[in-house]
């Protein structure tokens, strides 16, 4: 019996019961059911007219600084990878009264970030953060950088062994627009929020919600919370956001 739009009201078995999954991607081993519904997923939100209708816009300038204000307890020792200016790191030193420090790559936002009246190390990622003892921290903060670096996994480990929780922010490359724009035009997508071709994109690892969700459950980590860019609004992660959110920002502990 051909898959009907009905169906795709009941979401099939999670792919994830399958382990073997992570390794081996032939189309024969989803559960019954799931490709067909992703495929209707992707082809309703492209279809609905409100969607179509509405420009492709990026999403609100650093709104994950008003989530990470939120989410930092007053006090709290904050470390910031990548931090650039120390935009994030001053405003969370004067709304929260945390003990910050940055780690920037950049001389330039280095030096932008003492002029701000913030501490900050200058120093590579891909390094690792050996600087550090375990649990110096009581949050680390990866905001829109994860994707960029050459040991993404590497960077996570350091981060939840410096930190007691992490606080990570990222594109979803599963977000629907990008993927049907891969399917229409045969070419790497170019999206408002992905305005740059391949060759000269910073994303070397690009990677979606679930296959942040994927490393987490291999690697002992527990989501404590997130929050996405979805549908044109910021809102609490959704199970669905895989497809539907453009970016999301996640908090995560060791088990």
């Not at 309703?44 to 409100?50: I, K, Q, T």
Request: glycine share 6%; charged share 25%; with cysteine.
């Amino acid at each position: 019996m051909p898959f009907s739009p009905v169906d795709a009201m009941t979401r099939p078995a999670d792919p994830r019961i399958d382990p073997d999954l992570l390794a081996e991607r032939d189309v024969e081993r989803l559960p019954p059911g799931l490709f067909e519904w992703r495929v209707a997923e992707v082809v309703n939100l492209a279809r609905r007219p409100a969607v179509r209708q509405q420009k492709a816009a990026p999403p609100p300038s650093r709104w994950q600084d008003d989530v990470i204000v939120n989410e930092s307890p007053r006090g709290a020792r904050v470390l910031d990878l990548g931090c650039g200016d120390g935009e994030l790191l001053e405003r969370l030193e004067k709304e929260r009264g945390v003990r910050g420090q940055g780690l920037e790559i950049d001389l330039d936002t280095v030096l932008a970030a003492v002029r701000r009246g913030v501490s900050v190390l200058h120093a590579d990622l891909g390094q690792g953060l050996l600087w550090f003892p375990d649990q110096c921290f009581d949050y680390v903060v990866l905001e829109e950088t994860l994707q960029t670096l050459q040991n993404p996994r590497l960077v996570l480990s350091e981060l939840l062994r410096v930190g007691r929780r992490g606080i990570v922010s990222f594109p979803n490359f599963a977000h629907w627009r990008v993927i049907v724009d891969l399917v229409a035009h045969g070419r790497m997508p170019i999206t408002p929020r992905l305005p740059f071709p391949w060759y000269a994109s910073e994303n070397i690892h690009p990677f979606s919600l679930q296959d942040l969700l994927d490393w987490a459950e291999a690697s002992g980590v527990r989501l404590v919370s997130g929050h996405s860019h979805a549908d044109g609004a910021v809102r609490l992660l959704r199970p669905e956001d895989n497809l539907h959110a453009e970016e999301v920002l996640v908090v995560l502990e060791r088990k």
